[in-house]
């Protein structure tokens, strides 16, 4: 199975900052690799697929960047509707398997 | 646009079963990839199963925790996929998600408790 590391598990930042979140995955997954977001009380929501493609109606704020077994996942200029868990996922190979979340909190 | 809506969800004893269904709506089912994740309380999001288009075989995959137990169906009829859960254990309890297996549409979850 391909493993996830994704950290930090939690993150404290201020309306505006700019905050990276980093997934690793324990092999080459050819950039297939999703970013969702999940608000309290609500169904994940695919933000990035292929490692930095911006789904349609995400806001530019939002980006990814892939460099071989290497993700990050970058939010500029926080927004008070930001404030919530992210999630990578490998859609390479079965099982699927996601990172174990990082929840980002209002400092 | 891009629906999915579970049902089927409810309170079950400890080994009894449960099927879960999946509507979708939306785009193109008889070609898409189905999958099944799920949310146990306060926990992380943990990927139950997929199966693929009936063009390459309706061919399911599972986690290793629902494997043997758990069984995915589809239904391109009615666009509709299933959930059958087996054996069910209380650590089987979570928010049931149907998706696309690309993982761009997700439903609300469908709530299985499992509990004496």
């Known amino acids: 199975d391909i493993q996830m590391t994704q950290s930090p598990p939690s993150l404290s930042a201020s309306v505006g900052d700019t905050v990276t979140i980093t997934c690793r995955t324990s092999?080459?997954?050819?950039?297939?690799l999703n970013w969702h977001q999940q608000r309290p009380g609500k169904a994940p929501k695919l933000l990035i697929y292929?490692?930095?493609n911006l789904k349609g109606g995400v806001p530019s704020r939002f980006s990814g960047s892939a460099s071989g077994t290497h993700f990050t996942l970058t939010i500029s200029s926080l927004q008070p509707e930001d404030f919530a868990t992210y999630y990578c996922?490998?859609?390479?190979?079965?099982?699927?398997?996601f990172g174990q979340g990082t929840k980002l909190e209002i400092k | 646009e891009a629906q999915v809506l579970e049902s089927g969800g409810g309170l079950v004893e400890p080994g009894g079963s449960l099927r879960l269904s999946c509507a979708a709506s939306g785009f193109t089912f008889i070609s898409a990839w189905m999958a099944w994740v799920r949310q146990a309380p306060g926990k992380g999001l943990e990927w139950v199963g997929r199966i693929t288009s009936r063009d390459v075989g309706a061919t399911a995959d599972y986690g290793a925790p629902v494997h043997g137990r758990f069984f995915i169906s589809r239904d391109d009829s009615k666009n509709m996929v299933f959930l059958q859960m087996n054996s069910l254990r209380t650590d089987d309890t979570a928010l049931y998600y149907c998706?696309?297996?690309?993982?761009?549409?997700w439903g609300q979850g469908a709530l299985v408790t499992v509990s004496s």
């Open positions: 998706s696309t297996d690309d993982g761009k549409t």
């Open positions: 996922q490998q859609i390479y190979d079965v099982p699927r398997t």
């Open positions: 092999q080459i997954i050819n950039n297939y």
């Open positions: 292929g490692g930095f």
